[in-house]
């Protein structure tokens, strides 16, 4: 496909980013998953390929800059320039705030923030270059604050400034940028955190979606659902704003 539009998904390996590759290569993206763990990426990219997409895994850690700048040289090189980004690699330190260590500050605060500063920083110069382009980041109903999570919780209330301040910045060269607040969804991660309270994985599975109005926890496919629409030509006019999918209302 001549006009076929590169997207590079951070953590794509696994989860909702393995999730949100493969739907961006059903709509029809050439996609590249960068992950820190390259063998997930690589056998996430082939089962794409098997399933008739365009994609490839490649290693990156978005906190370290130099790993970035390679990583998107070689997806320009491979796929053609990149003009959608989705924010995505993740990673949870959790702890209270008075046992928790500044390495689990630094690290949560480098992958979330400085990942996706960094990450932006260099694909945006080709989606301006195309003056087309769409950046979706991932924050987190625990932007609203949640125990345990002082960490996680300032990286992904960063994230939303972050994103209205691209939508402002990049605006004015065709580019939206948007962030997707997920509640409670059913992967790895989520599994580290039951893991943390002591409980079966599925039990705290149940008992969250007790509290959920639709009565059950989110899938990696409800998120790329909407990174989907947020990726999409048809939402050029969407920009600045922050979804949360969480199975009811948040705010
Ligand atoms: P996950 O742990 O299953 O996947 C995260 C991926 O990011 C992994 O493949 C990991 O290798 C990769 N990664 C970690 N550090 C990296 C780095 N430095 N460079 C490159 N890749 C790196 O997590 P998930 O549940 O799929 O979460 C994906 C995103 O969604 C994260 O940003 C997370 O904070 C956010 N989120 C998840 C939930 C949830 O309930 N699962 C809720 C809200 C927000």
């Known amino acids: 496909m001549a006009d076929q539009k590169t997207a590079i998904v951070t953590g794509g390996g696994r989860g909702i980013g393995a999730a949100i590759g493969k ?5 029809g993206l050439a996609v590249a998953l960068l992950d820190l763990n390259d063998d997930d990426a690589t056998s996430t990219a082939a089962s794409i390929t098997e399933a008739g997409g365009k994609a490839i895994g490649l290693k990156v850690d978005v906190a370290d800059e130099q790993s970035v ?5 070689a997806v320009t090189e491979q ?6 980004l989705v924010n995505n690699a993740g990673i949870l330190r959790d702890n209270l705030l008075f046992k928790m260590s500044v390495d689990d500050w630094d690290m949560v605060l480098g992958v979330h923030l400085r990942g996706a500063f960094l990450m ?3 694909v945006q110069k080709h989606m ?3 003056k087309w382009g769409r950046i979706v980041n991932l924050s987190s109903s625990s932007a609203l604050g949640n125990r345990g999570q002082v960490n996680y919780a300032a990286a992904k209330a960063g994230m939303q400034g972050f994103t209205k301040t691209l939508a402002i910045e990049l605006g004015p060269f065709g580019v939206t940028a948007n962030a997707i607040a997920p509640g409670l969804i059913q992967t790895a991660m989520t599994e580290t955190t039951a893991a943390r309270l002591k409980m079966p994985f599925d039990d705290f599975l149940a008992e969250a ?4 109005p639709v009565r059950r926890v989110g899938q990696p496919d409800d998120i790329a659902a909407v990174a989907s629409f947020f990726a999409s030509e048809g939402a050029g006019f969407v920009s600045g704003q922050v979804l949360y999918v969480a199975g009811g209302p948040l705010d």
């Not at 739907?23 to 709509?27: P, Y």
């Not at 700048?69 to 040289?73: C, E, Y």
């Not at 979606?209 to 959920?212: D, M, Q, W």
């Open 120 to 122: 932006s920083r260099e």
């Open 128 to 130: 301006v270059e195309a």
């Open 79 to 84: 796929l053609g320039a990149p003009t959608v």
């Open 69 to 73: 700048a390679s990583a998107v040289a």
């Open 209 to 212: 979606s007790k509290g959920i």
């Open 23 to 27: 739907r961006l290569a059903a709509d």
